[in-house]
């Protein structure tokens, strides 16, 4: 198989084999080494493990003679590219997941925000007018309803996080559907943007996520005064 067969060798072979093949370095390769070895693949696609294994020593260790051994290894090679595969795969993956969460990230910096922002806002209007009662429970008011919304939020990440690692459990129980949306529609957003929000009725079954999900994108890109349906 080594030199005679040269031409059945892969062209991307030919030149290892020939490195490999040399017997002028080969007791030098062999110096402190039992056996040196090399995988090639035929034209027909067959792999080989070449081997050569020191027989002999003379008094200073140096190699006199070799056994030269060819083993066909079709199907331990085939395992080895195919799991070589599977790890590039699994790298593509994880590459494409962190790419997918830093974006996620970045997006929802700019949500968190601006609730954060707003309580901020309504905190300092409190304290411009620390002697009117309507104005401190109308920022009151604000307040608790932009915090909730905050709060849906960063369920909403930890949620995803589960969801990733496996440890959401999702619940199989009856809901009022009536309750889901008017809860739903209650936004600071929407309130702020004066923007009217109207779900038309659906056989589909709809989940308080799906629907604040819908409702926060409504709310983010629709104009002011303007109906979404």
């Known amino acids: 198989m080594a030199k005679s067969n040269e031409d059945i060798v892969a062209p991307e072979f030919k030149a290892p084999l020939k490195i490999f093949n040399d017997l002028s370095t080969l007791p030098d390769r062999l110096k402190k080494h039992e056996s040196v070895s ?6 027909y696609n067959a792999w080989y493990l070449l081997r050569y294994i020191a027989k002999n020593r003379d008094s200073s260790g140096k190699v006199t003679s070799v056994l030269f051994v060819v083993l066909e290894n079709n199907e331990e090679k085939n395992k080895e590219l195919e799991y070589q595969c599977q790890l590039l795969l699994t790298a593509e993956d994880a590459k494409r997941a962190n790419i997918a969460k830093t974006d996620f990230l970045r997006r929802m910096s700019h949500d968190i925000r601006a609730p954060i922002n707003g309580i ?10 620390p002697d009117d009662l309507e104005k ?3 920022c009151r008011a604000k307040i608790k309803q932009v915090s909730g919304f905050l709060l849906e939020l960063i369920n909403n990440i930890l949620d995803m996080n589960k969801l990733e690692s496996g440890r959401l459990v999702l619940e199989h129980k009856p809901f009022d559907l009536m309750d889901i949306l008017t809860r739903s529609i209650t936004s600071p957003i929407l309130t702020h943007r004066n923007t009217a929000l109207r779900f038309i009725p659906t056989t589909a079954v709809l ?5 604040s999900a819908v409702r926060s994108t409504c709310a983010r890109y629709c104009r002011t005064s303007q109906e979404m349906r």
Not at 38 to 43: G, N, P, Q, Y
Not at 120 to 129: F, N, P, Q, R, T
């Open 38 to 43: 090399i995988d090639i693949r035929t034209t």
């Open 120 to 129: 901020i806002g309504m905190l300092s209007i409190a304290e411009h007018y």
């Open 136 to 138: 401190q429970s109308e």
């Open 207 to 211: 989940n308080i996520r799906i629907l």
